[in-house]
């Protein structure tokens, strides 16, 4: 389908700069729309390609009517705090994906939506598609709002697709250190030291951010049916560790880096860039294992990066790209921070 033209709507974010740099390598027809609120956070230079400069709550029949599928990133990443207000921050999302979603399937444009598996919230058992979910926070009971919309306007002929995302980190043009992985990874190289803002013992599955280009891919040349699956885990079950785990794995590639834990409520720690409100008393309630056999079994030969291997690139590529403390620090690396310091000008929601 490299003939085809290829919309990625909010392609100048972690995962957009990421997917629009790979799929221009491998001959793809890329286009974007973004607002451009991290346009200039770069870690370092994403490829050109044409970017039309819009909200996504602005997107008309005419911005889509040129394209064969649309990959719809444009989201807010994680629950706000500070001067940002859930309700605020998350009901224009489901507004704006819903309307997109129905000129897609007015226009017969393939539509493709990244999910999350923060979804599942917590559980010690192991959850597949068909579990019932247990959102947590405002993030992921929005993904599961949109889901749901989605599912509704789905028919024979419109099937779009919903992928539950695992945590996803690696090396990307605008980088996130906001995300667990990328940020005990940004700790050790930096700082040489690694801070936990919980007990560590929270289980997660973990996803390589080129594996997560890699699966966009084989749905964009993916023959839907009409009886096709619409939402599936990404992932690998071997993948499913805890933070802690990942700790260790990362002190085997930085053995000298010291390990600390904050002893205090994470979430009284203002101006601190790991701060997360939803760590209390140093827990982590969101946790929960997830199966993957079904990306799997539809795509037989497809094999995801382990963790180890992972963080080893990852590593490499930070040191690489000499990251610094102060880099490490930037604001433009920390989504939630950069938005609420745009939303103090009153530019956000538009």
């Not at 507004?95 to 990244?114: D, G, H, V």
């Not at 700082?191 to 080129?210: E, F, Q, V």
């Not at 009886?227 to 079950?237: A, E, Q």
């Not at 963080?311 to 880099?327: G, H, M, P």
């Amino acid at each position: 389908m490299k003939n085809k033209k290829i919309l990625i709507i909010g392609c100048q974010g972690y995962l957009g700069s990421a997917l629009t740099d790979y799929l221009i390598s491998k001959g793809y027809e890329c286009y974007g729309i973004d607002i451009g609120f991290f346009k200039n956070c770069n870690f370092y230079k994403n490829k050109k390609f044409k970017i039309k400069k819009k909200s996504a709550s602005k997107i008309n029949k005419k911005d889509l009517e040129l394209f064969d599928i649309v990959i719809h990133l444009a989201a807010f990443s994680n629950d706000p705090y500070g001067g940002l207000k859930e309700n605020e921050f998350y009901k224009p999302t489901t507004k704006y994906t819903l309307k997109i979603a129905k000129i897609c399937k007015k226009l017969n444009i393939k539509f493709i939506f990244p999910s999350s598996c923060s979804v599942y919230g917590y559980g010690k058992k192991i959850f597949t598609e068909k579990s019932k979910v247990n959102p947590l926070t405002f993030y992921s009971k929005n993904k599961i709002e949109i889901e749901k919309a989605l599912l509704k306007i789905a028919d024979n002929n419109f099937r779009p697709i919903i992928l539950r995302l695992a945590t996803v980190y690696g090396i990307s043009p605008r980088i996130r250190f906001d995300v667990v992985v990328n940020m005990l990874c940004g700790m050790g190289i930096a700082m040489n030291k690694i801070t936990l803002n919980s007990n560590g013992l929270a289980w997660r599955p973990h996803l390589d951010i080129y594996d997560v280009c890699r699966i966009f891919e084989k749905f964009i040349n993916f023959k839907i049916k009409s009886n096709s699956n619409l939402i599936y885990n990404i992932g690998d079950d071997k993948n499913n560790l805890r933070i802690v785990d990942i700790v260790k794995i990362i002190k085997k590639y930085l053995p000298n880096v010291s390990v600390d834990f904050l002893n205090s409520d994470i979430s009284k720690k203002k101006n601190l860039l790991a701060a997360d409100k939803k760590i209390q008393d140093g827990i982590d309630r969101r946790s929960y294992r997830v199966s993957f056999k079904l990306i799997h079994n539809l795509f037989k030969n497809f094999k995801f990066k382990k963790i180890d291997k992972g963080i080893q690139d990852l590593l490499i590529n930070l040191k690489k790209k000499k990251l610094s403390k102060k880099t490490f620090l930037n604001i433009n690396f920390y989504r939630l921070q950069k938005l609420e310091k745009i939303n103090n000008t009153k530019k956000i929601f538009i």
